[in-house]
């Protein structure tokens, strides 16, 4: 599913500068964006025991991307996206009664990316993008009674924490000037389903 939804970005991608306006106005060469989003698809996978039940909290993914413009319409880059989240296990499902542990899992992702402005005006740009690269986790757990419970550790070998990490984005939009603009995005990965940020263009040379 992941391979088919890269493949079908990368498809998107090629196509839509085809048909992206030519006489529009460029964006600097050089962009950095930080953005927040929620519920990226980031997760350890980690289960304690068959009848421990999880209670997630959750604040979300945070992301720093680096853009460089080839074209207009073009551009490539990188993505570093940091994904805290703590499990709550309990013995009963829905329930704060009888806590098992409390695990911390932070993910870390790198990507590479491909983002394709389709539509750029003095004031607001139309966007998409496509990125896949590695993430890894790392955990820390907390509050266990090993007297009273007897667990399924996670993994301590480093293969066993690493994936493959994919962001596909069919469509974002920038407000603001050539320089500072606020965003907002829609998409499936690392970077979350919905997303909001600040995107910086470095000043091009005269």
Known sequence: MKNQLFLLGLLIAFAVPAFAQRDTIRSNKNEFS??????????FRYNPGQHYYPLEEHIGAIYATYTRRLTKVIGIG???CLDPRVYNYYEKPNSKEGLICRLGETSHTLMLHLKINW??????????KVGQGIMAWGY???????DLYQI?????????????????VPIGVEVGTKQYAGFIQC???????????FRYGLKDKE
């Open 119 to 128: 539509l750029n005006t003095k004031y607001v740009n139309l966007y998409s």
């Open 140 to 146: 820390n757990l907390k509050e266990y009674r090993p």
């Open 187 to 197: 998409g499936i990965g690392m970077e979350g389903i919905i997303s909001i940020g």
């Open 34 to 43: 930080f953005g927040y989003g929620v519920k990226p698809s980031s997760s």
């Open 78 to 80: 990188a993505t570093y």
């Open 152 to 168: 399924n550790m996670p993994s301590n070998k480093f293969i066993d924490r690493i994936d493959y990490a994919y962001q596909f």
